[in-house]
Structure formats: C-alpha cells, structure tokens
C-alpha cells in the first residue's frame, strides 16, 4: 500500500515537473494560444488540455534530436505525437516563435517547410508538396500568416507576411505579403487591404476554368442584348 502510495507521488511529481518546464519554456506560445483562440480560458487549460501546444512540445525535442542528426529517434517522436495530437510535424520543419494549432486533428506539417513567427493554423492543414518537386518541396510561411481551417498549401511557395489564406483553399502559387487568398485553386482577394474585383484582374486569376465561365457569360451578356 505505501509502496502504491509513493509511486502515485512520484508519478504526480513528474507530472508537476514537466508542467512546471513547459509553462517555462512554452510561456509566449500559452500566451499567444490564450491571445488568439476567444474559447481559451486561462493559462492552465491551455498548457494541460490544448494538443496544439503538445504537438508543439514534442516537435521543438524532435528538431533538436534531427539537428543532430538522430533521424530515427527524432521521427519516433514526431510518430508518438501524431498518435496522441493528431497533428504531425515533421522534425525537419523551422517553425517560429508563437506557433499556435487550434484544434489540430489533421494538421500536417512537411520537412521542408518554414513556417515564420506568430503564425495561427487551424484544423485539417497541410502544408505539403505537390509530389514532383525534390529538395525544398514544402511551402515557407511568412510571420502573422493565418491558414484556415481545411487549406492545403502546397510546393516550394512562399506566403507573404500578414496574409491570410481562407478555410479549404488550396494554394499553389505564391501569395503576396498582406492578402487573403481562398477557393480552389487559391485566388487573392484582397491586397493591402483592397478587395481584388477577380473579373477585373489578370495578375492573379489561376483558374482557367473560371476565365472560360467569365468569357461564356460575357458572350451570353452580348446576345442577350442583341435581342
Ligand atoms: C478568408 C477569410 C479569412 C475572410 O477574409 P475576408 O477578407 O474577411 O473575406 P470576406 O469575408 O470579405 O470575403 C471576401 C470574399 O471571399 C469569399 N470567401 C471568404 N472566405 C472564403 C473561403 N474560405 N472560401 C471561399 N470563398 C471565401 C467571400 O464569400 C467573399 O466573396 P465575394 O466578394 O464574392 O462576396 C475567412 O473567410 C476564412 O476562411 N477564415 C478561416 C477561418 C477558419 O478556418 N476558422 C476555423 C475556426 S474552427
């Protein structure tokens, strides 16, 4: 019984000891979690209950461990945690200060990408490769980006600084600092504040299929009027 007893103590101990750590460690990345998801309320629910931020732990050991090239044990770890988040993080992946995963099922994250400071990822992201490119496949994100729920963001592209990308865009190309960008493929909407009018730009229409639904309607539109 005292021998139950003492193990339970020495296990709650542990347990305070490692929370005790990550609060230290991971105090800005609590804060920011606090700061930007409105459900949060306090710090100690974040640090004990939110799997953004416990991905989050076991990625920053599994960086260090592929740094110095303990490729295996690093990936283990990236495995385990994939197993009790939800969300994988690639090792090999630079992630900045102040990442923030809300809700985190789905999210996957590929060994090449970078990913700036104070950047928010919602549910289901994936910021992948197309699966053609070598080297450097996965997308860099800027600072401040937020990438909505759903978005895959995929190649060797780069997400300006500011920008926002719309939940279930997918974006191949490119995007500007400070824009929105959303549907399939990803197209911008706004820059620098200013709605981008779609029918008007031919700098940033991606979609082909839109453009030849544009031109039919204008053809309609002219026969329209003849009659
Ligand atoms: C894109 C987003 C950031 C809004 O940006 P915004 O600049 O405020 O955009 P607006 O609401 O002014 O919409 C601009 C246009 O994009 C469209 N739009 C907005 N979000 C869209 C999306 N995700 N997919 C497709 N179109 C979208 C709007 O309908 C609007 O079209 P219109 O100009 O033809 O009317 C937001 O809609 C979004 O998707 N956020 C992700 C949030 C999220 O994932 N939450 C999960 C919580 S669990």
Do not use: W
């Not at 347990?15 to 409105?38: G, H, T, W, Y």
């Not at 303990?70 to 630079?94: C, D, M, N, Y």
């Not at 997308?139 to 990308?165: E, Q």
């Amino acid at each position: 019984m005292i021998c139950l007893v003492n193990i339970l103590l020495i296990l709650l101990g542990l347990f305070v000891v490692k929370n005790a750590l990550v609060a230290a460690f991971f105090f800005q990345e609590i804060r920011a979690a606090q700061k930007r998801d409105p459900a949060a309320k306090g710090f100690v629910e974040v640090l004990l209950l939110y799997q953004g931020l416990h991905a989050l732990v076991a990625y920053r050991i599994a960086h260090i461990l592929y740094q110095v090239r303990l490729f295996f044990v690093a990936r283990f770890i990236s495995q385990l945690a994939r197993f009790a988040t939800g969300i994988e993080i690639h090792p090999g992946a630079k992630i900045g200060k102040r990442f923030f995963i809300d809700h985190g099922m789905g999210v996957v994250v590929g060994e090449t990408s970078i990913i700036g400071d104070d950047v928010l990822l919602y549910q289901g992201v994936t910021l992948g490769g197309t699966g053609v490119e070598q080297g450097k496949r996965h997308p860099t994100i800027g600072n401040n980006v937020v990438i909505g729920t759903g978005a895959k963001v995929l190649g060797n592209i780069t997400i300006g600084d500011n920008s926002y990308v719309g939940a279930n865009a997918v974006v191949i190309k490119d995007v500007p600092p400070n824009s929105t960008v959303v549907g399939v493929p990803g197209r911008i909407t706004k820059q620098e504040g200013r709605k981008i009018d779609i029918s008007l730009d031919h700098i940033h229409v991606l979609d082909p299929i839109m453009q030849q639904i544009e031109e039919l309607q204008e053809r309609l539109d002219k026969i329209e009027k003849k009659q």
